[in-house]
Each structure stands twice: as structure tokens, then as C-alpha cells.
T-cell receptor
Framework: DAGVIQSPRHEVTEMGQEVTLRCKPISGHDYLFWYRQTMMRGLELLIY????????DSGMPEDRFSAKMPNASFSTLKIQPSEPRDSAVYFCASRPLVATGELFFGEGSRLTVL | AQSVTQLGSHVSVSEGALVLLRCNYSSSVPPYLFWYVQYPNQGLQLLLK??????LVKGINGFEAEFKKSETSFHLTKPSAHMSDAAEYFCAVSENDMRFGAGTRLTVKP
């Protein structure tokens, strides 16, 4: 299996622009997670899905952030409009059904908002 | 809700010395506990996990961790550090979602 695939790996944009980050989970995994990593806040859980349904989005920082999972093999995290404080590495991870299973992480999308 | 506290944001050891990274957890149910490693510009990789059964868990690269319920701890150890162990290490606890500690950066001196 190719693992969790994220794109783009790097994104540089200007404040106010829309940013879309993409994730393809491992085939057969029921859960998908979006995390944000910064020096100040560490790894923050933004949202997670079970069978394409958002379960908990309490970590989404503001209404500027939205996430979708239209099917089992694709998810997006969108920021509109972007701000410099959104600069971070965004990770997608997937997991099989059981809670004892580990998360499998993508390599991350590094976002820089100027 | 579950949470994890990692004691020490930065640990420095000499090559060949014992590595000890500390993790304490809080969970309302029997916890599932994990240690992950992150190398620069990469995602997180699983080192080891505890779900049930034996409280001493062995992982990859010679690491192991012991689940101590009475101390709510899950400390990570390695008897002899190698230069290649230099990385960021994260402890995590899982119920339905997974919550991570703040991370500990391990430096290995030659």
C-alpha cells in the first residue's frame, strides 16, 4: 500500500487567499484525522471522520476552516481566507476501525501564509 | 477527555547512554497508549503501543515502554542511545480519537 498521501507538500500563499489541502487515506481505513503542528501548540487535532462522516470538529479553530470527506478515498481541508497565523504543517492520518489501532500519518503539507 | 503530559521538552544524552523519555496520561477509560517518532520534515511513525496484556511493550529500534497504571505513566526507554535516535518523540493516548503530548526532542551527543 502507498500509505497516506497528502498534497501539496509545500504551499506558499498570500494572506486572504484560499488554501485547499488534500488527503488520500489508506484503503480500507475507516477513520481519517486532520492535525495541525506548530512550535507553539504542538500537534492539535482539528477534525476526524468515521466512514466519511465528521465526528468531532471541535478542534477546528475558526469558521475559516472547513473539512470534507466526499468519499472513502479523499478528504480536503480548506482555509478561506488564509491568515499568517495559519502557517503550520498540516497532517492527515488514517486508522482502521478499532481504537487500539495506530494512526498512519502522511508526510504533511507545510503551509506558509505571507 | 484523555490527555498526555510529556515531562521535558528536550532531552540530551551521550551515544551509548540510557534514553528515558517520560509520559503521563489521563484517561477516563482503560487507555490505549502509543509512542511515535518524528524525523525532520517527515510524518509520525509508530514506535510501539500498549492496548492490553503485558505491561512491558517492545517496539522498533530497541525501544520499549512500560505501562504503570498506578502511576498513570508510560515512559519510553532504550538501553543504549544511537546517533540515529535523534528525533522528536510523541506520546499519545487513544479513545476514539488520538491526543498527543507536546513532544520531547532527543539529542544524542557523540
Amino acid at each position: 500500500d502507498a500509505g497516506v498521501i497528502q498534497s501539496p507538500r509545500h504551499e506558499v500563499t498570500e494572506m486572504g487567499q484560499e488554501v485547499t489541502l488534500r488527503c488520500k487515506p489508506i484503503s480500507g481505513h475507516d477513520y481519517l484525522f486532520w492535525y495541525r503542528q506548530t512550535m507553539m501548540r504542538g500537534l492539535e487535532l482539528l477534525i476526524y471522520f468515521n466512514n466519511n462522516v465528521p465526528i468531532d470538529d471541535s478542534g477546528m479553530p475558526e469558521d475559516r476552516f472547513s473539512a470534507k470527506m466526499p468519499n472513502a478515498s479523499f478528504s480536503t481541508l480548506k482555509i478561506q481566507p488564509s491568515e499568517p497565523r495559519d502557517s503550520a504543517v498540516y497532517f492527515c492520518a488514517s486508522r482502521p476501525l478499532v481504537a487500539t489501532g495506530e494512526l498512519f500519518f502522511g508526510e504533511g503539507s507545510r503551509l506558509t501564509v505571507l | 477527555a484523555q490527555s498526555v503530559t510529556q515531562l521535558g521538552s528536550h532531552v540530551s544524552v551521550s551515544e551509548g547512554a540510557l534514553v528515558l523519555l517520560r509520559c503521563n496520561y489521563s484517561s477516563s477509560v482503560p487507555p490505549y497508549l502509543f509512542w511515535y517518532v518524528q524525523y525532520p520534515n517527515q510524518g509520525l511513525q509508530l514506535l510501539l503501543k500498549y492496548t492490553t496484556g503485558a505491561t512491558l511493550v517492545k517496539g522498533i529500534n530497541g525501544f520499549e515502554a512500560e505501562f504503570k497504571k498506578s502511576e498513570t505513566s508510560f515512559h519510553l526507554t532504550k538501553p543504549s542511545a544511537h546517533m540515529s535516535d535523534a528525533a522528536e518523540y510523541f506520546c499519545a493516548v487513544s479513545e476514539n480519537d488520538m491526543r498527543f503530548g507536546a513532544g520531547t526532542r532527543l539529542t544524542v551527543k557523540p
